[in-house]
């Protein structure tokens, strides 16, 4: 055997072991630590964390010094995205989008829950010359923003406490009061969508509502957004009712019902 086929040899069982790493994450363990991937994999703990370094290199995991845990990375994500976006979700999803728009005058985007934040994956700009966009690819937490918030009414209490930590500890953001943000999410459940004003862009609100899957979890969110001075409070109270009929239809379309 050449020397280049050995180094191809290496190289190949290398990826296969990085690969490993990432196929530990699931929905039931979205944050690990190193001896756990070890564990679960069989490498030694040097070996994992060489990989492991390699793989937050190139943002396809996150490590947060203070609680020692890895979590996938934005480079997932942006694949994520890909994926969404050239899938059958898109071809449900895009004709409401489009439909809401329309209705509205505002930007309408699909808001895809990934761990503890949400990625705008898909998103119809408003036609007007001033707009309020997310960006697609663009990455959010959940504590703030009517779609987040629409995510987060709907996880259950560990799940909501780890996003507020990621918001706190990784992204950077000021949590509210717990006691408050408790309160705002019981109502968001209740009645089936968030309102946000200036949340996350100052002048900037929104009304978003998720789309749940058959086990009642939230994947993703319906979000519309636009200027306070055209999407004030009544323009979002007469849009309530198109954005609930888009995620009932939605979720209906793609089984979740």
């Known amino acids: 055997m050449s020397a280049e086929e050995e180094r191809a040899i290496v190289g190949s069982q290398t990826v296969d072991r990085a690969l490993s790493l990432l196929g530990c994450f699931s929905a039931d363990q979205p944050s ?133 930590d990621q918001a706190e500890n990784v992204l950077g953001a000021e949590a509210p009061d717990s006691a408050v943000l408790a309160e705002e999410l019981l109502t968001i459940r209740e009645q089936g969508y968030a309102m946000s004003f200036s949340e996350v862009v100052e002048g900037a609100n929104a009304i978003a509502a998720p789309i749940l899957n058959v086990l009642g979890k939230p994947i993703a969110a319906i979000n519309i957004t636009g200027p306070e001075s055209r999407l004030d409070a009544e323009a979002m109270k007469r849009a309530t009712d198109p954005l609930i009929e888009a995620v009932s239809d939605i979720r209906s379309r793609l089984g979740y019902t």
């Open 32 to 164: 690990i630590f190193l001896h756990e991937f070890s564990r679960l994999t069989g490498l030694t703990t040097p070996t994992t964390h060489r990989l492991l370094k390699a793989l937050e290199s190139r943002e396809f995991v996150s490590f947060d010094p203070a609680s020692k845990l890895y979590t996938l990375g934005a480079a997932t994500v942006r694949l994520a995205s890909i994926v969404i976006q050239n899938s059958d979700i898109q071809t449900v999803v895009s004709p409401w989008l489009v439909h809401l728009r329309l209705l509205t005058g505002e930007t309408a985007a699909l808001h895809w829950l990934v761990e503890h934040h949400r990625v705008c994956v898909l998103e119809f700009e408003s036609r007007h010359p001033m707009r309020m966009i997310s960006g697609t690819g663009q990455q959010y937490g959940l504590v703030h923003g009517a779609a987040g918030k629409a995510l987060l009414a709907n996880l259950d209490s560990a799940e909501i406490r780890a996003a507020i």
